[in-house]
């Protein structure tokens, strides 16, 4: 069930120093991500996790960050300018159906979906659009608040994600978030 799309003004708050504190991007991301990756950020707002992923794949990597608001984008680009990276993020405004990213169908080593699959009207196409991205054996690492979530939802949100080809591999630790890493195939 949609819970809405997250206010503009919310993207401050997620993208506040604090954060760290709980949600470390590298202590969340870096045991799945390698130099040279191509990575896809859905629902990427303001860029927290972006930026550390963009450090992370280096020169040679990409990261694909797609998010329905075009001002969270803009946001992520002066944002990501700042930490001169911009030239390894590619951003992109996606929709409701559809990431918008035909270019990187059947390559992006890893995605990250990250508090997004509860503001989606439709987590079952998400998850397919997601699995369409990733290479054959490619991981996604999802992650919802459990502020928000109920476990039961989280849990129906995972077979969304199985029917989708995206089977669970691991449950790893997140603060305040129910947590699954999937793997195509
Ligand atoms: C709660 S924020 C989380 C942002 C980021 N992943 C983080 O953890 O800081 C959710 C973001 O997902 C975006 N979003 C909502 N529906 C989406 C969809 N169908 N596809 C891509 N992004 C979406 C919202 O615009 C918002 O920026």
Request: proline share 6%; glycine share 8%.
């Amino acid at each position: 069930m949609s819970h809405g799309v997250c206010p503009h003004w919310v993207g401050y708050f997620l993208v506040s120093p604090l954060r760290r504190l709980f949600h470390n991007p590298e202590k969340i991301l870096q045991p799945f991500v390698n130099p040279g990756m191509t990575v896809l950020d859905v629902g990427c707002a303001m860029g927290w996790f972006t930026i550390p992923l963009a450090r992370m794949v280096g020169h040679q990597g990409k990261v694909v960050a797609v998010d329905v608001q075009e001002k969270m984008l803009r946001s992520l680009a002066k944002r990501a300018r700042k930490a001169e990276v911009g030239e390894r993020i590619v951003p992109r405004a996606c929709t409701a159906t559809s990431l918008e990213v035909p270019e990187f169908e059947g390559i992006v080593d890893f995605a990250v979906a990250f508090a997004v699959v509860h503001e989606v009207s439709d987590a079952g196409l998400l998850f397919q659009n997601i699995a369409r991205a990733l290479k054959p054996g490619g991981r996604c690492l999802v992650a919802e608040p459990k502020g928000h979530v109920r476990i039961e939802e989280f849990q129906r949100s995972l077979s969304m994600a199985e029917k989708a080809g995206l089977y669970v591999l691991d449950t790893p630790k997140v603060a305040g978030s129910h947590a699954a890493l999937l793997r195509k195939g």
